[in-house]
C-alpha cells in the first residue's frame, strides 16, 4: 500500500497521518502554538529547508489546518491556525506527556502550565458517558457510521481488545 493510499483507509487513526505524518509538520503545528506566524519565523525557529518547509505549510493550508492570509497592518503573508488547526493542540500535549515520561531523564524540559492557576497541563483519555479514566485495556472497538461494507477487516475493529490485553 502507497502511503497516499492511507488516507482512504478505514481508520480515523491512519487517516491523518497522511496529513500530519511526519516530524516537521508537528514541528510547524509546534511552532504555531507557540505564536510564529511568518515563514521567516518558522524557518528560523525549526532550522527546517525552504522548501521542505513550503511543503509543509502548503499542505496544513490545503486540509485547513492553517490559513494563509496578509498580517494586519503589513504586506507580510502569516499562516495561522483554524479552529480545525487548534483541535490538534491536545495531540500536541499527548506527544509532550509521553516524551517527558520517558525522554526526559531529568524532568520536563519546559512546563505546561495553566495561566488561571499555573498547575500543569495534561491530557487525559476519559469516558464521555461515566468520566472513568481510560488506558488501551480499557477500549474495544465497535463498528460505526462511517464504516463501509467490506471495510471491518481493514479498520482493525475485529481484534482490538485482543491486541491491547497483553
Not at 56 to 80: C, F, M, N, T, W
Not at 87 to 107: N, R
Request: contains cysteine; glycine residues 8%.
Amino acid at each position: 500500500m502507497r502511503y497516499d493510499d492511507l488516507a482512504d483507509f478505514p481508520c480515523s487513526i491512519t487517516r491523518p497521518l497522511v496529513i500530519l505524518g511526519d516530524r516537521w509538520t508537528l514541528l510547524v503545528l509546534k511552532a504555531s502554538f507557540t505564536g510564529i506566524r511568518r515563514f521567516n519565523e518558522f524557518q528560523r525557529a525549526l532550522g527546517i529547508s525552504r522548501s521542505r518547509l513550503q511543503d509543509r505549510l502548503d499542505r496544513l493550508v490545503d486540509h485547513a489546518i492553517l490559513v494563509k492570509q496578509k498580517a494586519p497592518g503589513s504586506a507580510h503573508e502569516e499562516y495561522r491556525l483554524t479552529a480545525k488547526g487548534h483541535d490538534l493542540y491536545p495531540i500536541l500535549m499527548a506527544i509532550k506527556d509521553w516524551g517527558d515520561e520517558y525522554m526526559a531523564p531529568h524532568g520536563p524540559p519546559v512546563h505546561y502550565q495553566h495561566r488561571g492557576c499555573t498547575g500543569e497541563a495534561h491530557v487525559r483519555l476519559e469516558c464521555d458517558c461515566c468520566g472513568s479514566e481510560l488506558t488501551a485495556r480499557d477500549i474495544e472497538l465497535a463498528p460505526g457510521p462511517g464504516l463501509l461494507d467490506g471495510d471491518a477487516d481493514r479498520s482493525g475493529s475485529h481484534d482490538h481488545a485482543d491486541r491491547t490485553t497483553s
